[in-house]
């Protein structure tokens, strides 16, 4: 049966669904954990085993105040509200991102999630949260460096190692909603050869169903990896 075995989410339009509704920007947000909840259940139930979702990008912090507040308490929020059911439903948590610039609460409910989620393996849900792709990469040279390891020892294998999640495998199909069709900055190494799915749908909009046809829709493409088509029958 195909299957993705990581895929990796942009959620993108919140502000402009509660815009378009004559609603507050905090109210996508809302809306959009609501969806999220439903996309990693469907995730779950689909027997995939790796989601990563970006919910807070380095760069967001060039929103208003008012918003970058607002996200970092929903975060808390919503952790306080969802981590148990998703540890009961045998969910692992991991944070992906720079943690030093995060509250001090915050960082220690991370903590606490990781540790209490780490032996599950139904699926890994990896929240990007102060992440950027070009960060995570420079903090991965960082590490290397502090390491010591000399220049001839350097493979792509051994630098993953370095990144946030060292076992986590590459994306193998991103999804973007909300109508734009760039990475922005998420996952730079792990996007190498990822398919990409875009929507135009605004994330609360995005349902079980949307999430059933962009993994069928992944199924049906063919994935060459720089090869050529059937170089087996040559
Ligand atoms: C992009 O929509 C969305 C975000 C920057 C935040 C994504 C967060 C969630 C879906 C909620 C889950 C996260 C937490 C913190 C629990 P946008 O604001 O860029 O929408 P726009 O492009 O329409 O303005």
């Not at 299957?3 to 959009?32: F, T, V, Y």
């Not at 903590?111 to 992440?131: P, Q």
């Amino acid at each position: 049966m195909c299957l993705p075995k990581h895929i990796a989410i942009i959620m993108d339009g919140n502000g402009r669904w509660a815009s378009e509704r004559g609603l507050p920007r905090q109210e996508g947000h809302r809306q959009g954990v609501k969806i999220l909840k439903k996309i990693i259940k469907k995730t779950s139930e689909l027997g995939i085993k790796y989601l990563t979702v970006y919910a807070f990008s380095t760069e967001n912090w060039k929103r208003p105040d008012h918003e970058v507040n607002f996200l970092m308490k929903l975060m808390e929020r919503t952790m306080a509200s969802e981590t148990d059911e998703l540890i009961s439903n045998k969910i692992k948590i991991n944070f992906i991102g720079r943690r030093d610039c995060l509250a001090k609460e915050l960082k220690e409910k991370i903590k606490d999630v990781e540790k209490s989620s780490r032996k599950n393996d139904r699926l890994t849900l990896n929240i990007a949260f102060n992440y950027g792709g070009r960060a995570e990469i420079i903090d991965a040279v960082k590490n290397v460096i502090d390491n010591d390891l000399q220049a001839d020892n350097i493979s792509e294998d051994v630098f993953s190692k370095y990144l946030y999640q060292p076992d986590l495998p590459d994306v193998e199909l991103l999804i973007r909603t909300g109508g734009d069709k760039r990475i922005s900055n998420f996952l730079l190494w792990q996007l190498a050869y990822a398919e990409m799915f875009f929507s135009d749908k605004y994330w609360p909009d995005f349902s079980a169903d949307d999430l059933q046809n962009a993994v069928t829709d992944f199924c049906n493409r063919e994935r060459r990896f720089g090869g050529l088509k059937n170089a087996g029958d040559n």
